[in-house]
Nanobody, 123 residues
Framework: QVQLVESGGGLVQPGGSLRLSCAAS????????MGWYRQAPGKERELVAA???????NYVDSVKGRFTISRANAKNTVYLQMNSLKPEDTAVYYC?????????????????WGQGTQVTVSS
C-alpha cells in the first residue's frame, strides 16, 4: 500500500505565500515523478507542477514564476512553494505520484493520489 499525506493548505491573503508538502510512504521501490494538481469548483482538474526523478520540472503557465516544486528524495517528499498567490489560485490541491512497486512477480508502475488540501486565497 502507498499513501500520500498532504499538508500546508489554508487561507491566505492575495500576495501571500503557502508551502504545500506531500510525503509518500509504503512499499515503494522508486518514484518516477511527483506532482501537484488542483481543481476549483466547476472546473476540470489541472496539472499545476510536476517533477521527475531526474529533477526536471514543469508548470502550468498561470503559475510560472510564482510557484516552485521541489523534492526531498530521501523521504519521498515533494513540496510546492506558492508565492504571490492570487484569488484564481483558490482550489483543492492534490498530490500525485507515479511509483514503481514490487509484487513478487516483478515491478509495476502505479499512480497514487493524496486526499487533497484546500487552498483559499481571499482578502
Amino acid at each position: 500500500q502507498v499513501q500520500l499525506v498532504e499538508s500546508g493548505g489554508g487561507l491566505v491573503q492575495p500576495g501571500g505565500s503557502l508551502r504545500l508538502s506531500c510525503a509518500a510512504s509504503g512499499s515503494i521501490f522508486s518514484i518516477n515523478a511527483m506532482g501537484w494538481y488542483r481543481q476549483a469548483p466547476g472546473k476540470e482538474r489541472e496539472l499545476v507542477a510536476a517533477i521527475t526523478s531526474g529533477g526536471s520540472t514543469n508548470y502550468v503557465d498561470s503559475v510560472k514564476g510564482r510557484f516552485t516544486i521541489s523534492r526531498a528524495n530521501a523521504k519521498n517528499t515533494v513540496y510546492l512553494q506558492m508565492n504571490s498567490l492570487k484569488p484564481e489560485d483558490t482550489a483543492v490541491y492534490y498530490c500525485n505520484a507515479d511509483v514503481q512497486r514490487y509484487y513478487g512477480s516483478g515491478y509495476r508502475q502505479e499512480t497514487y493520489w493524496g486526499q487533497g488540501t484546500q487552498v483559499t486565497v481571499s482578502s
